[in-house]
């Protein structure tokens, strides 16, 4: 059987166009983001090649825009993470499957009857108007139509894990950015909400970098024998608490470590620039395309833990600060209403009762990453290396209201 899989990968590997070498080096970089050393990357390789039969999974669309399925399905040639996805048994993909109605949609209903599956879910959970903010199938007085809130929770509910991948799966997303009429919020808050106990692992950035999500269906599938609770203990996770202004859920939400455990501004190539006090202060001009910093015209780099900078984007060209856009923070929580105006420099973030620069982080990472920022930035006034720094301002008058109608991140 083993052989036989290896015959099936390498013939899928050969007809795409991708040599043994490729498949290695891809293997190797899939070992650094599950926080492994890259010498494992013949293991990899050898337990992919030798998987006997791959998991059914299930990809369900919340209130999404679907970028992460055009993230990971619009490359112009195939790449080698698309393929390890093709290998996969997705047993429905919305956007993607050529099957529709409602067989299609019974598909949904059989898997999670059989249990034994990975639910990926992309797009917030549209909790507005007792769920009737979304509907899959018409409206409610189709037969068989159902909320996407019913559909999410019949699938999340049998299912080994679940992987909320992209912005609006984790915690709502620009979906759920003020004034979120639809009640946008995120898998794992809504799940605890209706005590459905499968793991969420929960991916941020919008759209999710497809490399990331197949290092953890890797290592779901792989390294912890498709056991959730061996997963768990493989994968070394962020703990993010979070108080979710929606459902009113405090949930801490686990992100894997490895993708999620240092800044932006931690892996940066402009961050010799920053250090030596070196901004850009105008997009277009000479000083941004010599690669200087990019905090003075937004960046949010320094309080957003991703790891965009090591695996890039668009099979790994470049990434957001690399082709001179400031980081807009899209991974983190709350990021459309506590990161805009993406291009201004942010001057109101909050420590403890302070507010010194951006605003609400809504993760104890965050505020270690405030700190040391301001601590950094206090070092580098004082060294003379920055002139002036960000203007003291009041929080956001849109964003008072809401935290105190919703009683959210405080
Ligand atoms: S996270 Fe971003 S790309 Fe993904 S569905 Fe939401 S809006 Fe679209
Ligand atoms: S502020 Fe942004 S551009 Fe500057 S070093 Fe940090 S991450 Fe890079």
Request: proline content about 6%.
């Amino acid at each position: 059987m083993a052989q036989e899989a290896h015959g099936a990968l390498h013939d899928l590997l050969a007809v795409r166009g991708v040599t043994r070498r490729d498949f290695l080096k891809y293997c190797g970089s899939v070992a650094a983001m599950l926080g492994l050393s890259e010498t494992m990357a013949p293991q990899i390789a050898a337990a992919l090649e030798g998987a006997p039969k791959l998991m059914p999974a299930l990809w369900l669309n919340g209130g999404s825009c679907t970028g992460c399925t055009e993230s990971i399905a619009q490359v112009d040639t195939p790449d080698v993470a698309t393929i390890v996805l093709d290998y996969l048994s997705f047993e429905y993909f919305e956007t993607i499957m050529a099957a529709a109605g409602s067989w299609a949609e019974k598909n949904i209903t059989k898997r999670a009857e059989e249990g034994g599956y990975i639910l990926v879910y992309e797009g917030s959970v549209m909790t507005g108007q007792d769920g009737n903010t979304l509907f899959v199938g018409g409206g409610p007085e189709n037969e068989g139509a159902k909320k996407g809130i019913e559909i999410l929770e019949e699938a999340a509910a049998n299912a080994a894990a679940v992987l909320a991948i992209g912005s609006c799966a984790v915690d709502g997303g620009w979906i759920a950015g003020y004034p979120n009429a639809s009640e946008a919020t995120g898998v794992a808050a809504w799940l605890q909400k209706k005590g459905i106990k499968t793991p969420v692992v929960s991916m941020p950035t919008c759209p999710v970098n497809p490399e990331w999500v197949v290092a953890m269906v890797v290592q779901l599938l792989l390294v912890a024998d498709r056991d959730p609770a061996k997963f768990l203990q493989v994968t070394p996770m962020v703990e993010v608490p979070y108080n979710d202004p929606v459902t009113g859920e405090k949930v801490t939400l686990l992100m894997p470590k490895a993708i999620y455990g240092q800044t932006i501004h931690d892996n940066c190539p402009r961050r010799g620039h920053f250090e030596n006090g070196e901004f850009v202060t105008e997009l277009g001009s000479k000083e941004e395309a010599m690669g200087y910093c990019l905090y003075k015209v937004g960046c949010k780099g320094p309080q957003t833990f991703t790891q965009c900078p090591v695996t890039r984007w668009n099979r790994r060209a470049s990434w957001c600060v690399e082709s001179g856009a400031p980081c807009i923070g899209c991974g983190g929580l709350n990021w459309v209403d506590n990161n805009s105006p993406f291009l201004k420099r942010m001057s109101d973030m909050r420590i403890g009762d302070t507010f010194v620069q951006p605003g609400t982080i809504g993760a104890a990472v965050g505020a270690v990453a405030a700190a040391g920022l301001v601590l950094h930035g206090i070092g580098m006034k004082a060294a003379g290396r920055i002139g002036d720094g960000p203007p003291m301002e009041e929080m956001k008058a849109y964003d008072r209201k809401r935290l105190a109608k919703k009683g959210g991140d405080k």
